[in-house]
């Protein structure tokens, strides 16, 4: 087989192909989705714990440690994410500071698995040992990614602005691979907010 015919081969065998660059955004997401796939015990306890200071603490609100259990209860609410947050910044300093930018990853994915390109086109670039669909053991999605989990430590990001319309295709083409379903976190108001004004920060002027 010549080098063109090869190449054809490669590309008709592949049925998605994506590359994920890094933010310090997209490293606190997927902190926050790992946290979301594998502490579920720890999120029930926490949000137990603190409806039950917060409904103690409006029992007995006229006392000041009534008040105090309020609010130690709503900051219980709100801090879901303080240890996911803490271990996404330390990373992203690192990176900083190591002075070579953020990661990126080419992400191939073919019928029997994910082909996984790291620094595709640079000098450090290094093809990775293909990811079996069976090896993935949990399925994350939000506004801005799908989340593909091997093991409890660390997962691949897929943009789905790179999808576009592929998007609804792509998301059934890895549960049927994996025969695991996505599990799809809501956003809060909050971070409605926030992407609807990203977006429209990073819309083009028109004159």
Known sequence: MT???HQRAKQEMTKYEVTMTH??????????????LFCTRNYIARTILSIAVVVIG????????????????????TSTYSSSN?????LTETIRASGKGF??????????????????G????????????????????????FYL?????????VPKKDLGEKEKSF??????????????????PLQRLRDWLRARNSEPEHL
């Open 122 to 145: 640079k000098e450090d670039e290094e093809k990775l040992s293909p990811v079996g669909y069976g090896d993935l053991i949990k399925l994350g999605e939000d506004m801005n990614y």
């Open 86 to 90: 803490h271990t996404a910044k330390k």
């Open 171 to 188: 998301s059934q083409f890895i549960e049927q691979k994996t025969g695991k379903t996505f599990y799809r976190r809501r956003p809060t």
């Open 103 to 120: 990661p990126s990853s080419r992400y191939c994915f073919t019928d029997k698995g994910i082909e996984i390109t790291f620094h595709p």
């Open 58 to 77: 409006a029992m007995n609100f006229s006392h000041f440690w009534g008040i105090a259990l309020v609010a130690y209860g709503a900051y219980l609410m």
């Open 23 to 36: 933010t310090e955004e997209s490293l606190t997401a997927l902190a926050h989705m790992q946290y979301d």
């Open 3 to 5: 080098a063109p015919e």
């Open 149 to 157: 989990f091997p093991n409890s430590t660390g997962g691949y990001c």
